[in-house]
């Protein structure tokens, strides 16, 4: 019998996976504050896939993002637009993010999950293996307002998830609450270990985002416990997010939940800037 692998190609690999590991080592940066500009956004942050949105432009004064391309967006196994860095360390990252029409249209947009925010995903996340936490604000599936999703590995029998025989393998739970300011939101996501916690500042106070009494619980892992979640608090502390992490600014592009064939992406995300910073207690994502 032959063998699989010869001498000289297993040794091949093993140093190509020991340049991947340092080089992944190297682009990851520390949480050092930052804070880019809409036109500085575009020239520093990566971008994970061109063919989710149309070209970056500028649109009075922030940064314009329109979803496109095929897919549904940032669901389960489905990815979206994500201008990101990737970050080491304990930190805390903001942004200002307006849901608008698109051709100048009053109004929210029509569509469905037209939301945008922010995202912190483990990069090293698969098919079937997804690992990320997004808090947005747009318009949702019943009503305008924010979203905490998230998503992970399958982990439990199949017969939990109720979209397995669709492809949509990794687990994703949405929280929705409704939010009453339809208008420039600030979101913060914090970071300490492997807990995160979700704020949004309609202009006045930082507010820690909990859970609503018209909170809507969706999604194909809404039947598998998220942890540290209950009717006072969501702070989860199982998701493996620690190390490296990609990081950045999401958008989700919209469809028709009612005919999912009828993708309705009429809306588009204007965001104002992109901020980061180390922090080593929460009490910090509560300041100006």
Known sequence: MKPLFHLPNVLSISLFLLCVCLTNAQDCEPAELLLLEPKQIITTLQDNDKTKHQPLEIEEGRLKVIASGQGYGWFSDGKGPLLFELLNGDFMIETEVQIKRKNGKKGLPKGNYSSAGILIRNPNSTYAHETWLMYNVGVQKS???NEIKVTRPLGAHKKE????YLGMHS???LF???QA???RLKLR???IGDELRCYFN????????KPDSKMELLGNGKKVPVSQF??????PNELNLTGCLQVGLVVNPGYDVKNLRNIKRDGYALFSYYKRKAISDFSEALAD
């Open 171 to 173: 687990l994703s739970t």
């Open 230 to 235: 209950d009717e006072s608090q969501f702070r």
């Open 176 to 178: 929705l609450i409704p």
């Open 181 to 183: 300011h339809t208008k």
């Open 189 to 191: 996501v914090a970071k």
């Open 143 to 145: 009503f305008y307002g």
């Open 161 to 164: 998830n109720t979209m397995y």
């Open 202 to 209: 309609t202009g006045e106070n930082w507010v820690e985002q």
